[in-house]
């Protein structure tokens, strides 16, 4: 009896612990989110200020340039402003690249949630067919037009899509989309 006891006792206690984990495991993740949604907002923000120095710096070498033209400027001046210039270029490439690497970060942490199929996309009653969303999961790997993973949610077959990258553009989304659309209605048949 004591040793039920114990164990009850040692069980409660792992799951208490193991619900603390699951809670410090979801606090860091939102944590982790949204350092990295401000990391893009900084990056971008760095970015853009670098576009517009470059481009300032542009016409600066161009006023200076046909000041020159018209001897009320020196050549030391001049090579100053293109100096000037080629630092603002630098700062425009380097800012660019940790934008990019904000976007990718954020890209890998966002996706679609779970999707499932009906087995008659336009019937009254919403019922999900399982061996309807298996096979679509199925094919579209096997199509490669995207990406797409097999899960569960709720106790059913769900697909996961990934369309979130810096690189994905609005012409991928629909051409995964069209793919999907195309493959799930086959699968109906």
Do not use: H
């Amino acid at each position: 009896m004591r040793a039920q006891q114990a164990d009850a006792v040692r069980d409660e206690l792992q799951v208490r612990q193991a619900q603390v984990r699951r809670q410090q495991l979801q606090d860091l993740v939102r944590l982790e989110v949204a350092d990295a949604e401000e990391s893009l907002q900084q990056a971008r923000a760095a970015y853009e200020a670098a576009v517009e120095a470059r481009r300032l710096q542009e016409q600066s070498v161009n006023v200076e340039q046909q000041t020159f033209a018209v001897g009320l400027s020196t050549n030391l001046i001049v090579i100053q402003y293109q100096n000037y210039l080629a630092q603002a270029r630098s700062t425009e490439v380097a800012s660019k690249g940790a934008y990019i690497k904000a976007m990718k970060l954020i890209g890998a942490m966002s996706s679609v949630g779970p999707v499932r199929f009906r087995s008659q996309p336009d019937s009254g009653a919403i019922r999900q067919s399982p061996a309807v969303t298996r096979a679509v999961i199925a094919k579209v790997k096997s199509d490669g037009a995207c990406w797409c993973g097999g899960s569960e949610w709720r106790g059913q077959p769900a697909m996961r899509i990934s369309v979130c990258s810096w690189a994905t553009t609005e012409e991928d989304v629909q051409m995964s989309l069209a793919a999907i659309r195309r493959i799930a209605e086959e699968c109906r048949r």
